[in-house]
């Protein structure tokens, strides 16, 4: 079933409207009546007219189909406010005429809105005839009323001092200012002088009498107490006299409210004395550099910077780096001041690097830099720095990581490390085709050492130790500590000084075994010797045990990685043991 819009009838007599005699009669207005879909239902009058429309452009299509975008949106919110009930009224403009629209809702019997009706009538005409009338007649008005909101939006008045009357005129912005009712003030100097701070009027009178024989302006700031509310306020006064034949015939003086000025140069000298005792206090050096030449604008303390001397000042931004920064610094550090001319605001770069002369070592500094000053195209043409001596903390940050990888008692590198370095040997040894060794020693009767004379000397003879295993290998070869008295040697022979090249054929691993068998002699050898901890000598030998990573490759695919390899080495010792001790065991693969 086909429901029926009961406002069918009465919409389509809106429609035949816009032809009706009355609605065309219109010379200067139109009358127009839209449906919820802001679709025009009818349009009449002549007034469409100079909007370039007829009644059939219009008729059936939306303003959205019929205007700009610029006048939809004049439009569009008083059309769905007439549909919701209200009426709106609005000025358009439309190229250069000017069209007063009144629109409303459009309702049945019932009190129910079938659609929106408005009235528009062109008033250019009218308007420009107001515009002239209230140009003409409000000249002088509107020169004074220019004069007052200048007043008020400057905190400001102006007042003159008739000699010949004995008259004083303030301006509405003066009685502005003071708070001041103008019915209540007769124009009397006396009543004027009451307003004046008591501790600022000698110098209010002084000045006045200055001016009465002198021509040149005079300025000073005094204080007044507002009447509404007592408050003290200070004013800016330009005063001057006006002569004719050299007889004063005025004083006339404009007067400004500083008030917020004065609290804030308080505010701002309290706010840079802070800022001075905070750099004062500082252990920071804070400067101002500009990124073009390197110069440094500004300085808080350049004497405090560690490594500089007097005459190395213009490179404490460190723009310029040749003479204080250490040469492996130093082209990061221009690679960071390249970047710091794109810096987006709130960006901060930050580097360590050292700074010093060599002599008397080098300490570490951190630089911060944010934009400080930019040039019209945006980019950072100076930058605001800090640097802080962060020697102390790199120090400890390096013990750290020092510590974190090696044995705290002998100073060698402990199992982490040991892994990280042999995983690095494994790879070269692949790539290169050549053979590495490695050797897994445990000490012999170290167990009667610490048991005999305490683990004091325990220490003692593990120090040792370390210090001969360190004198049977070379720069390139690894001795870590693993355990107590366990230790683990890797011997990487092509990087030995004396080494011979890769082949370009079959790699020359008995060359490699060899070396790694004699480094197993040595170390046997060179702790044969005594060791002696306060007068007391101590005997200890070396269980080694020796595996190749290649044959372990070979034999067994895919299990060539760092901890496997360091096990076998470390069976190899076992067997070595268990052999009598004090004797070398080469891994067998079986």
Not at 104 to 109: G, I, K, R, Y
Not at 510 to 530: E, H, I, S
């Amino acid at each position: 079933m086909t429901s029926v819009d009961p406002h069918a009838d009465t919409i389509e007599l809106l429609r035949m409207a816009g032809s009706h005699p009355i609605v065309q009669g219109f010379p200067d207005g139109a009358i127009i009546v839209f449906d919820r879909d802001l679709r025009y239902l009818c349009a009449g009058g002549r007034g469409i007219a100079p909007l370039g429309l007829t009644q059939e452009r219009t008729e059936g299509r939306t303003i959205y189909d019929i205007f700009p975008s610029e006048m939809v949106a004049e439009f569009e919110g008083p059309y769905r406010h007439a549909l919701a009930g209200h009426e709106t009224s609005l000025e358009v403009r439309f190229e250069d005429r000017i069209f007063l629209h009144r629109i409303s809702p459009l309702m049945d019997a019932g009190g129910t809105v079938i659609a929106g009706i408005g009235y528009a009538l062109d008033v250019t005409e009218s308007r420009r005839s107001e515009e002239a009338l209230r140009s003409s007649e409000q000249g002088l008005r509107e020169e004074r009323r220019r004069l007052r909101d200048a007043e008020a939006i400057g905190h400001s008045g102006s007042w003159e001092w008739d000699m010949a009357t004995d008259t004083i005129t303030w301006s509405e912005g003066l009685f502005a200012l003071h708070h001041l009712d103008p019915t209540d003030f007769p124009g009397g100097y006396a009543q004027a002088s009451a307003r004046v701070h008591p501790d600022d009027r000698d110098l209010v009178e002084t000045t006045l009498e200055a001016c009465r024989t002198s021509e040149a302006p005079i300025r000073f700031r005094y204080r007044v107490n507002r009447v509404s509310d007592g408050e003290v306020r200070w004013f800016d006064s330009h005063v001057r006299g006006v002569f004719e034949d050299g007889a004063l015939m005025r004083l006339v003086g404009a007067v400004a409210d500083i008030t917020d000025q004065v609290s804030a140069e308080a505010e701002a000298d309290e706010a840079n004395a802070f800022q001075q005792a905070v750099i004062a206090a500082s252990p920071d050096y804070t400067f101002i550099a500009d990124i073009r030449t390197g110069a440094t604008i500004y300085g808080s303390r350049e004497r405090d910077v560690p490594g500089l001397s007097g005459g190395a000042d213009g490179s404490v931004s460190s723009f310029i780096t040749d003479t204080v920064v250490h040469t492996d610094d130093q082209a990061r550090l221009r690679a960071m001041d390249e970047q710091a001319v794109a810096l987006g605001d709130g960006e901060v770069l930050e580097e360590r690097y050292r700074i010093g002369d060599g002599e008397d070592g080098w300490r570490w500094l951190s630089r911060r830099i944010v934009p400080f000053r930019r040039d019209q195209a945006g980019w950072v043409t100076e930058v605001l720095g800090v640097l802080r001596d962060v020697t102390d903390v790199v120090e400890a940050e390096e013990k750290l990581s020092h510590d974190a990888f090696h044995d705290s008692l002998t100073g060698l590198p402990n199992r982490a490390l040991l892994l990280d370095r042999l995983t690095e040997a494994l790879s070269r040894s692949e790539s290169l085709g050549r053979e590495i060794g490695v050797l897994y020693l445990d000490l012999d009767g170290f167990k009667r050492v610490n048991d005999t004379a305490g683990h004091a000397a325990g220490d003692a003879v593990l120090i040792e130790t370390a210090n001969r295993l360190r004198k049977v290998v070379r720069q390139g070869d690894t001795v870590a500590r693993v355990g107590g008295d366990e230790f683990v040697l890797v011997i990487e022979p092509w990087n030995r000084a004396d080494a011979a090249p890769p082949l370009d054929d079959a790699p020359d691993t008995t060359f490699d075994r060899t070396l790694a068998l004699k480094v197993a002699d040595r170390v046997v050898g060179v702790l044969q010797a005594p060791i002696v901890v306060h007068g007391v000598e101590h005997r200890v030998t070396a269980s080694v045990g020796i595996t190749y990573p290649s044959a372990l490759a070979l034999d067994h695919p895919g299990t060539m990685t760092a901890t496997h390899v360091v096990e076998e080495a470390d069976a190899a010792m076992y067997w070595a043991k268990q052999e009598g001790k004090n004797r070398v065991e080469v891994f067998a693969w079986t």
